[in-house]
């Protein structure tokens, strides 16, 4: 409940005022903390987006700190029955290949019946295995019909699915697997309603089968992964007998242009927010509390001296060669002209000054490591100096809570006083009034 003061009842004086002045006067130290919090508050803030930031440019950065990733590489296919695509580890190349199989599932049909929900009068149990593993059993009893037989087996938890097809006078259960390939057959014992008959197996388990430049392939399933390095072969129909289809795998210039343009946009996000909150030339800081903060200059000198370092050997050595390279303000730019030349050129080299010879340390490595020793989340630089800032918020909020303790205190002290001249006057007060009537 509310504390309500009739402060200067006896005495005339708005007294509640005059305890909010007095207590405002004191509020010198007080205000100064809150500010202090709030200043403090505004730096962690920034730090904590600038590494995040940094976070981005770091994985920008990883997509291209190897040789692999560097080489972009697209995959195209003369046949709708062959689907290709490339990871960064593939290399360029051609190849004939002809899709002689597909991949399928095994699929399995009992006796026809005359109805789906009569009961069959079965007894014992329906036993299936897949690929010669343990048998799943499914317990019968004279009850069970066709559709509480899909039920049970769809319950059962093996890799199979089962439904009835009417063929037009009769119902029958299918059995399927879920899993193409030849290890994946089913095979079924105990009573079994006709599903072991090889008449009733209409589509057996196989694997597919590709024939590249003369050589036969096989997978279990209808993607082909590993025949051909950083290729994937996506199997959709055979392809006609004769007719091969032509894979060609080729320079893919415009994949490694999108990846340095994530890394220049990530680079430029950081470079801006930096110089946004610590200021930058005549930009006036937004953030007091980094103005012209030293952690943030020395991020900014180390980024762009990484940028600048001299990797590898030959005609390219370090990014401004091959297009990346920074403006006065310090943001990152790529001349995609300059890039391409590059890249016809001598590739190799491209890829020897982005992700280093053999893997070595290249000009993404260099950018990567500064960004990790001031980014990383917990041992970075950013997240030391966080700490010690959250410590400070943590110490000046105390004491801002000890000061408004004081401030109350000594409001409700004034009060205590103002309360006992109101008393002392209004006693005097009517003291005066009766020796002037005594007199009258």
């Known amino acids: 409940m509310a504390t309500v003061t009739f402060g200067g009842v006896g005495s005339g004086l708005d007294t509640e005022s005059i305890v909010s002045g007095l207590t405002k006067a004191s509020q010198g130290p007080l205000n100064q903390m809150k500010n202090q919090v709030t200043g403090l508050t505004a730096v962690n803030t920034s730090l904590s987006t600038i590494a995040s930031l940094l976070g981005k440019l770091q994985t920008a950065l990883e997509s291209v700190d190897e040789v692999k990733e560097v080489g972009s590489y697209s995959a195209s296919s003369s046949s709708t029955a062959i689907v290709a695509s490339t990871t960064?580890?593939?290399?360029p190349g051609s190849y004939q290949i002809s899709v002689d199989r597909l991949a399928s599932e095994q699929r399995s049909y009992s006796n026809g019946f005359?109805?789906?929900?009569?009961?069959?009068?079965?007894?014992?149990?329906?036993?299936?295995?897949?690929g010669g593993g343990s048998a799943t059993s499914i317990t019968l009893d004279a009850a069970d019909t066709l559709d509480s037989l899909v039920a049970k087996i769809n319950a059962s938890g093996a890799r199979v699915s089962a439904s009835i097809l009417n063929d037009g006078s009769q119902n029958r259960l299918q059995v399927r697997g879920l899993d193409?390939?030849?290890?994946?057959?089913?095979?079924?014992?105990?009573?079994?309603l006709g599903l072991d008959l090889a008449a009733n197996t209409r589509q057996a388990a196989t694997d597919s089968q590709v024939t590249i430049d003369g050589f036969t392939v096989t997978r279990s399933t209808n993607q082909v992964i590993g025949a051909i390095g950083g290729v994937t072969l996506n199997l959709t129909a055979t392809t006609p007998v004769g007719t091969p289809a032509t894979v060609k795998v080729a320079s893919d210039p415009d994949g490694?242009?999108?990846?340095?343009?994530s890394v220049v946009t990530a680079y430029n996000a950081v470079v801006d927010l930096v110089h946004n909150v610590s200021g930058f030339g005549t930009t006036k800081a937004q953030v007091d509390g980094l103005a012209g903060d030293s952690l943030l200059r020395s991020l900014s000198g180390r980024m762009s001296s990484a940028v600048g370092t001299q990797v590898g050997t030959g005609a390219y050595q370090t990014l401004g060669s091959i297009g990346l390279s920074l403006d006065r303000t310090g943001r990152m730019t790529l001349?995609?002209?300059k890039l391409n030349k590059a890249l016809a050129a001598d590739p190799s080299g491209v890829a020897n000054v982005i992700a280093g010879p053999d893997d070595t340390t290249g000009?993404?490595?260099?950018?990567?490591?500064?960004?990790?020793?001031?980014?990383?989340?917990?041992?970075?630089?950013?997240?030391?100096?966080?700490?010690?800032?959250?410590?400070?918020?943590?110490?000046?909020?105390?004491?801002?809570?000890?000061?408004?303790t004081r401030l109350d205190a000594y409001a409700n002290a004034l009060r205590k006083q103002f309360t006992a001249l109101d008393t002392l006057m209004s006693s005097t007060s009517q003291n005066s009034s009766y020796l002037s009537n005594f007199f009258k």
Do not use: W
């Open 335 to 337: 001349d995609s002209e």
């Open 88 to 91: 960064g580890a593939a290399s």
């Open 256 to 261: 490694l242009k999108t990846k340095l343009n």
């Open 363 to 404: 000009a993404a490595d260099v950018l990567r490591d500064v960004v990790k020793a001031f980014g990383q989340a917990g041992t970075g630089t950013i997240a030391s100096r966080q700490t010690s800032l959250a410590s400070r918020i943590k110490e000046t909020n105390a004491r801002v809570d000890r000061e408004q």
């Open 180 to 192: 193409t390939g030849a290890a994946n057959a089913i095979t079924f014992s105990g009573t079994t």
């Open 114 to 130: 005359a109805a789906t929900d009569t009961a069959l009068g079965l007894t014992g149990s329906l036993d299936f295995s897949i």
